[in-house]
Nanobody, 116 residues
Framework: QVQVVESGGGLVQPGESLRLSCAASGFTFSIYTMNWYRQAPGKERELVATITSTDGSTNYADSVKGRFTISRDNAKNTVYLQMNSLKPEDTAVYYC?????????WGQGTQVTVSS
């Protein structure tokens, strides 16, 4: 049974940090590209960060470059998103996604709210 479970969201003030985690099971985690998406109210879901399965290379949306860092621990079947210098516009539900060829697995999302 495939499971993708995000955690670590919450309410923080502008400028603070959060670390999201995504624990996966039920599939071969190490061969999947892992992504973090987010969806703000009234907006489309957008890709925030990607880390590949092959060489661990990463890619980021322009809006988060230099502030967010994606990483993975294949021994723990977990991907992380370290978010620093958070801004109110980072407020969204953050989703973890596993992708390989035509297969996609999604988590249920975790809420991140940045507000003073």
């Amino acid at each position: 049974q495939v499971q993708v479970v995000e955690s670590g969201g919450g309410l923080v003030q502008p400028g603070e940090s959060l670390r999201l985690s995504c624990a996966a099971s039920g599939f071969t985690f190490s061969i999947y590209t892992m992504n973090w998406y987010r969806q703000a109210p009234g907006k489309e879901r957008e890709l925030v960060a990607t880390i590949t399965s092959t060489d661990g290379s990463t890619n980021y949306a322009d809006s988060v470059k230099g502030r967010f860092t994606i990483s993975r621990d294949n021994a723990k079947n977990t991907v992380y998103l370290q978010m620093n210098s958070l801004k109110p516009e980072d407020t969204a539900v953050y989703y973890c996604n596993a992708a390989r060829r035509t297969t996609r697995y999604w988590g249920q999302g975790t809420q991140v709210t940045v507000s003073s």
